[in-house]
């Protein structure tokens, strides 16, 4: 198994473009998020999918769109780029048939200029 | 929401000596309170977990214990090695998906 790969590793955007992060996991997990890790706070919430076809906000979900359209792959959307977004971006999976542990991708390192 | 607090933000040890870093959170309904490590460049990983329904659990030289009345839970690494520096986060579960984490502990062990 791959577990959760995210793609890119790095990007760097202007303020105002838009982009995608990928996000796909091979592990058949129900419930998908993403986080981002700024210094000093930890690991925030931005969405989550308990399911296909099923996403809920987290604690900052301004800025950000999801879709949630197969089991495997959870894409977090940038509409219109900001330097406020500049962050490292985590991709989580987990499954409440194996206890909500949650596995975690190797991140995607977000600058915006 | 939840509101997770983890102290120290740094923290320095001799090898082979104890670590413990602590957190407290302030939901009670928080049912599930996972442990990360995370090292340079990598995305955390889950080192050991508690549920509510437990006050201790050891997996070798790490241990976590809860205290619910206190709203209080606390990683004890011993006999640490080089290779347990990293950063580490606690976290608190409420709901079916949402963790809150912590904002870290910068653990260095000094060979």
């Known amino acids: 198994n791959a577990g959760v790969t995210q793609t890119p590793k790095f990007q760097v955007l202007k303020t105002g473009q838009s982009m995608t992060l990928q996000c796909a996991q091979d592990m058949n997990h129900e419930y998908m998020s993403w986080y981002r890790q700024d210094p000093g706070m930890g690991l925030r919430l931005i969405h989550y999918?308990?399911?296909?076809?099923?996403?809920d906000q987290g604690e900052v979900p301004n800025g950000y769109n999801v879709s949630r359209s197969t089991t495997e792959d959870f894409p977090l959307r940038l509409l219109s780029a900001a330097p406020s977004q500049t962050s490292v971006y985590f991709c989580?999976?987990?499954?409440?048939?194996?206890?909500?542990?949650?596995?975690f991708g190797p991140g995607t390192r977000l600058t915006v200029t | 929401g939840e509101n997770v607090e983890q102290h120290p933000s740094t923290l320095s040890v001799q090898e082979g000596d104890s670590a413990v870093i602590k957190c407290t959170y302030s939901?009670?309904?928080?049912?599930?309170f996972p442990w990360y490590k995370q090292e340079l460049g990598k995305g955390p990983q889950l080192i050991i977990d508690i549920r509510s329904n437990v006050g201790e659990k050891k997996d070798q030289r790490i241990a976590v214990t809860l205290n619910k009345t206190a709203k209080h839970f606390s990683l004890h690494i011993t006999e640490t090695q080089p290779e347990d520096s990293a950063v580490y986060f606690c976290a608190a579960k409420t709901g079916a998906n949402n963790l809150f984490f912590g904002t870290g502990t910068r653990l260095t062990v000094i060979p």
């Open positions: 989580a999976s987990s499954s409440p048939r194996k206890g909500y542990e949650q596995y």
């Open positions: 999918s308990v399911g296909a076809g099923i996403t």
């Open positions: 939901d009670s309904a928080s049912n599930y």
